[in-house]
């Protein structure tokens, strides 16, 4: 509850009023004083009351790329029995308010109000909570309540058709055309019998000592596994225009074009984050709120030898993807290092002027402006 200017001025108004009243004998000023007080109090008791609003919210869609339409539909319901509501309202989406007409809303009645989302940039939109303010008829006092709940808007980043993909290290010589999605080769790993599971692949000594029964799970070793892995540290994107780095979104837009031509071509693919990632998520949404991370360079704390180590040691697949920025350009080495685990690896740094290091050995690295030169350059590559 905040009390407006014309609030103060006229409860400073009684409280003179009043005294003067009383203290010189005027009841002509005192009856002033007290009609001005009673006005301020009649003021905060009609913002004291709360409306009976009832929200809700739909995104239509709640998950698009960058630049497709999206559109918020908004409902208020005025629940209350008596009172109608004459309030001034506004969303939120992002950070733009949205006002939402509340005008002599009548009980049982609802109104219904559509607006577009803005989708010109990646990231995830706050949609909500709604904002009703008050005010009594004098304008005295004003008070705002939030109402509803909130909504999030997807906003994926764009992908670009490539056209070709890693071969791998080896090739399978019964190809890839009976789909089988558990694989046919490499024993790797044990889990539970599911109904639908042919029974040849029950491993009966481990059913025997668990007591249920054990599903050997296998691996297609001769099929490429691609690991993504998208440089988020702040200081590989130094360059802000609007306090947007286009070289991060560029690669964004890189990392989901890669990740979405293994899948399109059911190619085992892993998406990594340098910094802060969980490694959870679908990849468009994970890809959407991607944000850079502040991490100091050339360091022990330095996130990318943190990813690099894990890469090593785990060994994640046999085709390494790195995208990064210029000033990630002295840190291509700590990628290029880990040829021993991964046979394949390609390097994807963004608005560098053609600066790139030249003498990273077996390293392919691929100069682009943005991520549409990017998937035409990736098609032209001719080795892995």
Sequence with gaps: MIITARGIGLLA?????????????YPELALLGATAAIAVACAAGNAAWRPRLDVSRVADPDRVGRGEPATMTLTVRNSARLRSANL????????RPVPVPL?????????????????????????????????????????ARSHGGTAQVWVHPRIHLL???????????????????????????????VVGDELRRVHWRSSAKVGE??????????????????????????????????????????AASVVAAARREDLPVTLLLVADDDGTGEFLDRLAAADLVPGRRGDDSDPLRTATLRLRQERLGDTLV????????????????????????????????????????????I??????????????????
């Design 13 to 25: 108004a009684a409280a003179l009023l009043l005294a003067a009243g009383f203290g010189f004998g």
């Design 88 to 95: 001034i309202a506004e969303d939120r989406c992002g950070t």
């Design 103 to 143: 005008l002599r809303l009548r009980p049982g009645r609802d109104t219904t109000v559509s607006y577009p989302v803005p989708t010109h940039r990646r990231g995830v939109i706050a949609v909500g909570p709604l904002r009703v303010t008050g005010r009594d008829a004098l304008g005295l006092i004003t008070v």
């Design 163 to 193: 056209s070709a993909v890693p071969a791998g290290v080896s090739r399978s010589l019964d190809g890839r055309h009976d789909k089988v999605p558990h694989g046919s080769i490499t024993f790797d790993s044990l889990r539970e019998y």
């Design 213 to 254: 029964l054990m599903v050997r799970e296998q691996l297609d070793t001769s099929l490429p596994r691609i690991v993504v892995l998208l440089d988020n540290r702040a200081g590989a994107h130094p360059d802000r225009t609007g306090g947007i780095a286009e070289t991060f979104e560029s690669a964004c837009e890189a």
């Design 322 to 365: 790195f995208l990064t920025g210029p000033g990630a350009r002295a840190d291509l080495g700590y990628v290029g290092a880990l040829r021993p685990a991964y046979p394949s690896v390609v390097a994807g740094v963004f608005a560098t002027g053609g600066q790139t290091p030249g003498a990273v050995s077996g390293l392919v690295v």
């Design 367 to 384: 100069d682009a402006a943005d991520g549409a030169e990017f998937a035409a350059e990736w098609d032209g590559v001719r080795r892995w």
